[in-house]
């Protein structure tokens, strides 16, 4: 098992700019998140998905979309790139809702750098 | 907002146990403790977790006090590759339109240092 697969690893935008980040997972888990961190802080949720076609927002939505159209995989997409949004983003899964006696998953990170 | 608290950093001889301690006065009853960490530019590592009784697993022991109102994470033999960001937390209890639904908020945690 490969577990939570994010791409790319590092990645430099221009402000404007727009990319997506993905997530993909072979575990056959129903719940994915992404979070993001910033120097010196925890993280912060950003959006999650309790199952494909269901999506939520999380603490600092703004400035980002996703979708969960399979299982499999859940991307996270700037559309319009700030450097507000330079920070290190995690994805994680869990194969029901964290909180209910389940355990997440994370990826190991995407370093995004926006100038 | 995160609903525990850390102190801000520990520091523990390798080969002794490490207690983390993390108190959460607001938990509700059916709220899970969870423990996580976070190595050096690394993605969170789930540790352990558990609802009213004492946990014990290959990494950690948690342990819960009767009222829930707080909680120690317990490495019992610290290495200097425990060294890390321990975060503790609880899950946000859903609101009435659910939207808090599957939500685990991570707080500052603890900075663990284990040194020689």
């Known amino acids: 098992n490969a577990g939570v697969t994010q791409t790319p690893k590092f990645q430099v935008l221009k402000t404007g700019q727009s990319m997506t980040l993905q997530c993909a997972q072979d575990?056959?888990?129903?719940?994915m998140s992404w979070y993001r961190q910033d120097p010196g802080m925890g993280l912060r949720l950003i959006h999650y998905s309790v199952g494909a076609g269901i999506t939520d927002q999380g603490e600092v939505p703004n400035g980002y979309n996703v979708s969960r159209s399979t299982t499999e995989d859940f991307p996270l997409r700037l559309l319009s790139a700030a450097p507000s949004q330079t920070s290190v983003y995690f994805c994680?899964?869990?194969?029901?809702?964290?909180?209910?006696?389940?355990?997440?998953?994370f990826g190991s990170g995407t370093q995004l750098s926006v100038l | 907002d995160a609903k525990t608290t850390q102190p801000t950093s520990m520091d523990c001889a390798e080969g002794r146990a490490a207690n983390l301690p993390c108190n959460h006065s607001t938990i509700s009853g059916n709220e899970y403790v969870y423990w996580y960490r976070q190595i050096h530019s690394q993605g969170p590592q789930y540790i352990i977790h558990?609802?009213?009784n004492n946990e014990t697993n290959e990494m950690a022991s948690l342990i819960i006090t009767e009222d829930r109102k707080s909680s120690t994470l317990i490495l019992p033999h610290a290495t200097l590759r425990d060294t890390a960001v321990y975060y503790c937390?609880?899950?946000?209890?859903?609101?009435?339109?659910?939207?808090?639904?599957?939500?685990?908020?991570f707080g500052q945690g603890t900075i663990l240092t284990v040194h020689p």
């Open positions: 937390i609880v899950r946000v209890s859903p609101n009435a339109g659910g939207t808090s639904y599957g939500k685990l908020t």
């Open positions: 575990m056959n888990h129903e719940y």
């Open positions: 558990g609802l009213k």
């Open positions: 994680a899964s869990s194969y029901e809702a964290p909180g209910d006696n389940e355990k997440l998953f």
